[in-house]
């Protein structure tokens, strides 16, 4: 079965222009979360979704944002980039809740310029 | 992350011996407590987890132990070697389960 995918892999964008990253669940798998990681921060959750609705939101700004598709495929978008966006952004999936094991992508570096 | 608390957040060790990193957890809903390695570069791996029926679970060198009423976890790893430097994160369910909050994580080097 094939793992967690993210496209792209690295990215390199200036400030206030906009991101879509994307994440393609393990066959099966409803359930997708992100995470934002930096040093010294750890994993910070960014929202879940599930059957194309948003179960959970973490503490970030408006400027961040999500979806899923049918297919179970996500994508999460920010805009109005800062430097702070700097980070990278796991996506992991899981059958149904957070309570199955979780898969991690690969992740996608952002470089904010 | 907000309600999980791990410690220490740096360990070295010399190879052979025993690591030991603890976790708390604040929802006593909490019943699923993962814990993720993480190597240089590479994604989040889970490396062993428990549910709250259980009180130990262990697999080769690594076991975790888990304290509901105290509302704490621990993983250990015995006999380390230089693989297992890596950072590791714990984590537990929020109330609704549709969330895992992570430790900040902590990064174990093994000196051989």
């Known amino acids: 079965k094939a793992g967690v995918t993210q496209t792209p892999r690295y990215l390199i964008k200036t400030r206030g222009q906009q991101v879509t990253l994307s994440c393609s669940p393990i066959?099966?798998?409803?359930?997708v979360s992100w995470y934002q990681q930096t040093p010294g921060q750890g994993l910070q959750f960014l929202f879940e979704?599930?059957?194309?609705?948003?179960?959970n939101k973490g503490n970030f700004p408006g400027r961040f944002s999500g979806r899923q598709f049918s297919n179970s495929r996500s994508e999460m978008n920010v805009s109005t980039l800062e430097l702070g966006d700097s980070a990278l952004y796991l996506c992991?999936?899981?059958?149904?809740?957070?309570?199955?094991?979780?898969?991690f992508g690969p992740g996608t570096r952002l470089t904010v310029l | 992350g907000e309600n999980v608390e791990q410690h220490p957040s740096t360990l070295s060790v010399q190879e052979g011996d025993s690591a030991v990193i603890k976790c708390t957890y604040s929802?006593?809903?909490?019943?699923?407590f993962p814990w993720y390695k993480q190597e240089l570069g590479k994604r989040p791996q889970l490396i062993i987890d428990?549910?709250?029926?259980?009180g130990e679970k262990k697999d080769q060198r690594i076991a975790v132990t888990l304290n509901k009423t105290a509302k704490h976890f621990s993983l250990h790893i015995t006999e380390t070697q230089p693989e297992d430097s890596a950072v590791y994160f714990c984590?537990?369910?929020?109330?609704?389960?549709?969330?895992?909050?992570f430790g900040a994580g902590t990064t174990v080097t093994v000196r051989a």
């Open positions: 929802d006593s809903a909490s019943n699923y």
């Open positions: 992991a999936s899981s059958l149904s809740q957070a309570t199955d094991t979780q898969y």
């Open positions: 979704y599930f059957s194309e609705t948003q179960r």
């Open positions: 428990i549910r709250s029926n259980v």
């Open positions: 984590a537990a369910p929020t109330r609704n389960d549709y969330k895992l909050s």
């Open positions: 066959s099966g798998h409803r359930s």
